[in-house]
């Protein structure tokens, strides 16, 4: 019996608000191996009895990730439905499949630059919004006729937003329109409201914040970044059973007034004065109680509806809600709520209170070494949320426009006596499916995969950020890089990923140079700060996220659409490491290199690798990876191009920085994990730099001194070079510094410094000590490509032909897993004892695999499946390999 689930339009189950024919994904499922499609049929209609299908066809092959229906060109504000169905050869036979339960998409404005009528309108004071950071309300009225058989919202904001519809809130989105390069980019939702509407007089709202638009943001800590305006624009389209339609736009007829939100930052936190309420505000049948004079016309804001994008997948919601562990009094006498987990989002509180009673909390990650609140990591960013009450009573409220990282909330003021009851907090990231489990004997291990996965849930909020706590909150472009690969083996980050380079392509400069923070907030900004005047852009390591993320995203999904997006920019990019070599190396500013490692001078964030040799390490491997990408795309000239720029930047690096005996001139770690893992090591050399890297480890006690370029590869470098007894033993490593020592101490996220909080209880200073930086998180890739060994055959993409090496090591008894990919799901366990090792794993359907167990394995017993020296081929379905060794 087959089954096709799991429908995707460009990779989303429903995705609402998509400008373009997307590309089409399924799953397969069936009781017996081997199952390799070799047709599908795809229909797309309109209504879902698929009685007059729009699109028809037989599509030859096996291709299941990402198809095309070519043909197919759907129209504006259209829901689809599809359905597929296969036949596939099997362990059974040819089979056939059922059709699929339909799948659902709706589409957006086609070209909004032609097709958007509505006004951006504001209810800001044009004399005093440049200095406000309140929220303000506006709301219109519309007519809507019987007979109305669907509508759509399309809505933004310069600022944020939340959409309301007769007093409903339109949808579970935070922190619309999300964060882009505003300057060129800014996103619209669209929004299915039929249900919301009714015959007769309708209304619609909007609460408004200043959000990243126009809050204090940034390393300049400026305001006003984008506008200093904040603005609602609303575009619905309203489709009538006689096939007519009406549009209904945001314009000077509507009226504006201040929000509750009295204040709103990101930075800062958000202040809420319930005397501002206007209870049904946004409901045409509640009578207008406001005070007169309260509601007042709105005045237009311009800003190019050329510049407007359809965002139909990937925003940000609540995700997680918990609950106060407990709440304490501090040494200091501070009281504080304690969340357990430290975590992006808000504090929702539930506070019994008069007129005039405040409640407020200030959120925080740590506690000092004498347990009291540790406020001074946040610097300048205040992270309070603040109620005022206006009438006696219970409510239960938190902030609409701002986030913070957090694990606990220090009580500042409370009507009455605040118990942990009266405390949850929620966390807020983009949407995304869980994509990867990990676990084993080891707690700590277990306990560093948790953290690992927390600093995704806690910096994956729109943008990916280097932290969620102090005032930064940026998009930093290396951050981002290093971390790319843990994050899709963790969730499924293809809609959040696409999204943010396409920010990255948007603010690459004109001679090719990729900003440091993506969107780029310090564009204006340039002298503002030390880095941004030294090197505003072309920093080596955070640069390359413009080549390394699409060629990660692509290897992870299998779309190669994300490489023909980029492939500009990337050449860009590459071109522009070129145009800045000096004897074929590139030199350009300052470069921040080994950024924060542990080798560096006291008080340093500079590692002791120099920064020419990072360099050069990072643009032979962006340039590589062009080479890989160009031969994907099928650019032959490309191809021989980039292959050449590689060699020289090889060749280069083999010149300058090995000497000629083969060593290293840098005595870093970091040197030499790079040497090995970017292949800049000529073989003959190759054992002597594993010899000298293990010797650098050794001088350390076993310890890593790495930092941002090194860390990520330190375990994978020695692994691959027959070193992995040495691998297991660093990553394995509790005492300071490591990644172990850090969740001993009760780490709940991965820490920006290894001595972020040192043995001794002092803190590294609280100038810049995030408690929740998923940079040195990125040894997770390792967790499950090595010690559970899900990888991928050479020269493939999207898991379609999986290499399964299993590595047991590190004294674990078992490891166990699973990685979600586009084809389905890979899940993997191994266990050994004294004599042997059972491996279990299975291979999704339409995928295939090869087993490679451990060197010097003997297999006992499989369940059918026939090896050659220690190799097995497989199809999809699930097997049991039991080998000694
Ligand atoms: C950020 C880092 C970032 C670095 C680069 C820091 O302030 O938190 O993670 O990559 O600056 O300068």
């Known amino acids: 019996m087959l089954n096709v689930t799991k429908l995707t339009f460009d990779h989303e189950t429903a995705p609402v608000g998509l400008d373009h024919a997307p590309v089409f994904g399924w799953q397969l499922t069936g009781d017996c191996r081997d199952i390799r499609q070799t047709m599908a049929q795809l229909q797309i209609a309109t209504t879902p009895d698929f009685a007059a299908p729009v699109f028809d066809e037989v599509l030859p092959g096996k291709n299941s990730i990402a198809v095309q229906a070519i043909g197919f060109a759907p129209r504006a504000l259209t829901r689809y439905y599809a359905r597929v169905r296969i036949k596939a050869d099997t362990s059974a036979g040819p089979q056939a499949s059922d059709w699929s339960a339909p799948g659902s998409f709706v589409t957006a404005l086609p070209v909004p630059g032609r097709e958007w009528r509505a006004e951006f309108i504001s209810a800001e004071d044009a004399d005093t919004c440049r200095k406000s950071s309140a929220g303000t309300m506006v709301r219109g009225d519309f007519a809507v006729r019987p007979g109305i058989r669907a509508a759509y919202a399309c809505t933004t904001a310069l600022g944020l937003y939340n959409f309301?519809?007769?007093?409903?809130?339109?949808?579970?989105?935070?922190?619309?329109?999300?964060?882009?390069?505003?300057?060129?980019?800014?996103?619209?939702?669209?929004?299915?409201?039929?249900?919301?509407?009714?015959?007769?007089?309708?209304?619609?709202?909007?609460?408004?914040?200043?959000?990243?638009?126009?809050?204090?943001?940034?390393?300049?800590?400026?305001?006003?970044?984008?506008?200093?305006?904040?603005?609602?624009?609303?575009?619905?389209?309203?489709?009538?059973?006689?096939?007519?339609?009406?549009?209904?736009?945001?314009?000077?007829?509507?009226?504006?007034?201040?929000?509750?939100?009295?204040?709103?930052?990101?930075?800062?936190?958000?202040?809420?004065?319930?005397?501002?309420?206007?209870?049904?505000?946004?409901?045409?049948?509640?009578?207008?109680?406001?005070?007169?004079?309260?509601?007042?016309?709105?005045?237009?804001?311009?800003?190019?509806?050329?510049?407007?994008?359809?965002?139909?997948?990937?925003?940000?919601?609540?995700?997680?809600?918990?609950?106060?562990?407990?709440?304490?009094?501090?040494?200091?006498?501070?009281?504080?709520?304690?969340f357990g987990q430290n975590m992006a989002g808000r504090v929702e509180i539930t506070a019994t209170g008069g007129p005039g009673d405040v409640a407020e909390l200030r959120c925080f990650e740590e506690l000092d070494a004498d347990g009291n609140a540790y406020l001074a990591n946040l610097r300048k960013a205040r992270t309070i949320m603040r109620y005022k009450f206006a009438q006696p009573g219970t409510v239960t409220w938190h902030p609409q426009f701002t986030y913070m990282g957090f694990r606990y909330a220090l009580v500042v003021q409370w009507p009455g006596t605040p118990r942990a009851e009266n405390f949850t907090a929620y966390t807020l990231h983009t949407a995304m499916e869980p994509a990867g489990q990990f676990q084993c004997s080891e707690p700590l291990v277990n306990g560093l995969h948790h953290n690992i996965t927390w600093g995704l849930k806690s910096n994956f909020l729109d943008v990916p950020t280097d932290c969620p706590q102090r005032d930064e909150r940026l998009g930093w472009t290396g951050d981002a890089q290093i971390f790319s690969e843990t994050a899709c083996w963790l969730a499924d980050t293809w809609t959040f990923y696409t999204k943010w380079l396409t920010d990255l392509v948007a603010d690459q400069l004109p001679d090719g140079g990729v900003t440091n923070v993506v969107p780029n907030i310090e564009e204006h900004h340039t002298e503002g700060n030390w880095l941004m005047r030294t090197s505003p852009y072309g920093m080596s390591g955070w640069a390359d996220a413009a080549t390394i993320i699409p060629w990660v995203v692509y290897k992870m999904y299998g779309d190669a659409s994300i490489l023909r997006n980029q492939y500009a920019s990337m050449c860009r990019w590459v071109d522009f490491m070129t145009a800045h070599t000096r004897g074929d190396l590139f030199t350009f500013m300052t470069q921040l290199g080994d950024w924060v490692a542990l080798d560096a001078e006291p008080g340093s964030f500079f590692g002791a690798t120099p920064t020419a040799l990072t360099s050069q390490a990072y643009y032979a491997l962006s340039a590589r990876i062009l080479a890989l990408t160009a031969s994907v795309l099928g650019k032959a000239a490309d191809t021989e191009k980039y292959t050449a720029v590689y060699k020289n930047a090889k060749d280069a690096f083999i010149k300058n920085f090995f000497d000629a005996e083969g060593t290293l001139t840098a005595q870093t770690q970091t040197a030499h994990i790079l040497a090995l893992r970017f292949d800049l090591t000529p073989e003959k050399w190759r054992a002597k730099t594993v010899q000298r890297l293990l010797q650098l480890l050794d001088e350390r006690g076993g310890h890593l001194v790495t930092g941002f370029l090194g860390t990520p590869y330190f375990c994978a470098a020695l692994s691959e070079n027959d070193c992995l007894k040495q691998a297991y033993d660093l990553l394995l490593k509790k005492d300071f510094p490591g990644w172990l020592y850090q969740v001993a101490q009760g780490a709940t996220t991965v820490w920006e410094h290894w001595d972020g909080r040192r043995p001794d209880g002092t803190m590294w200073s609280a100038g810049m000590n995030s408690f929740n930086h998923y940079a040195y998180g990125a040894v997770g890739a390792w967790l499950y490509s090595t010690v559970l060994g899900l990888g991928q055959q050479a020269g493939t993409a999207g898991f379609a032909a999986a290499r399964l090496a299993p590595r047991p090591g590190g004294g674990l008894n078992w490891a166990e897993g699973w990685h979600e990919t586009p084809l389905g799901r890979y899940a993997l366990r191994w266990e050994k004892d004294a004599v042997k090792t059972n491996v279990t794993f299975s291979v999704p359907a339409n995928a295939e695999a090869e087993l490679v167990l451990e060197p010097g394995a003997q297999v006992i017993a499989t369940d059918g499946i026939a090896f050659t020296n220690g190799t097995a081929r497989v199809g999809s379905g699930t097997y049991i390999v039991q080998y000694t060794k």
Do not use: C
């Not at 409201?193 to 007769?200: D, F, I, K, S, Y």
């Not at 309420?277 to 005045?299: K, M, Y």
């Open 164 to 338: 309301y519809l007769n007093g409903t809130k339109v949808s579970t989105d935070e922190m619309t329109p999300g964060w882009t390069s505003y300057n060129r980019r800014l996103l619209y939702q669209t929004y299915d409201v039929t249900a919301l509407l009714h015959p007769g007089t309708n209304r619609a709202g909007a609460m408004l914040g200043a959000g990243w638009y126009k809050g204090v943001m940034g390393l300049t800590r400026a305001r006003n970044n984008y506008g200093d305006r904040t603005a609602f624009s609303m575009q619905l389209t309203l489709q009538y059973d006689d096939g007519t339609t009406e549009i209904v736009t945001t314009d000077a007829s509507w009226q504006g007034t201040i929000a509750p939100v009295t204040f709103s930052e990101i930075y800062h936190g958000e202040e809420y004065d319930a005397a501002l309420e206007l209870p049904g505000w946004a409901d045409a049948a509640t009578p207008n109680a406001a005070p007169a004079g309260r509601w007042h016309g709105v005045e237009t804001v311009t800003y190019p509806a050329a510049q407007l994008y359809a965002q139909a997948a990937g925003k940000v919601s609540v995700r997680n809600r918990l609950p106060a562990q407990r709440i304490f009094t501090t040494p200091a006498g501070e009281t504080v709520v304690d």
